[in-house]
């Protein structure tokens, strides 16, 4: 992860935002006050999705084991 001092962050926004965009790295801006976390929207959502499924008692575990499934043996063939 990378790290800028807040008055970098000030001064090169909207370069960070694009590097957080296409890059998907989140930028760490250390100030006086704390430090911050700079990631994308869409990173943010993910982060925000994993930690509901998470949540959820047994989903981890179901996720784990759907994983090891094989596709073909998951779903059955729809005949047309």
Same mark, same amino acid.
């Given at each position: 992860?990378?790290?800028? *001092?807040?008055? &970098?962050?000030? +001064? +090169?926004?909207?370069?960070?935002?694009?590097?957080?965009?296409?890059?998907?790295?989140?930028i760490?801006?250390?100030?006086?006050?704390? +430090?911050?976390?700079?990631?994308?929207?869409?990173?943010?959502?993910?982060?925000? &999705?994993?930690?509901?499924?998470?949540?959820i008692?047994g989903?981890?575990? *179901?996720?784990?084991?759907?994983?090891?499934?094989?596709? +073909?043996?998951?779903?059955?063939?729809?005949?047309?």
């Amino acid at each position: 992860m990378k790290t800028i *001092s807040i008055t &970098e962050a000030r +001064n +090169n926004i909207y370069r960070l935002i694009d590097i957080a965009l296409e890059e998907g790295e989140p930028i760490q801006i250390t100030g006086k006050r704390g +430090n911050a976390v700079l990631i994308s929207e869409e990173d943010w959502k993910a982060i925000k &999705e994993t930690l509901y499924l998470v949540s959820i008692p047994g989903m981890r575990e *179901s996720i784990i084991k759907g994983l090891k499934e094989p596709l +073909n043996k998951t779903f059955d063939k729809i005949e047309w």
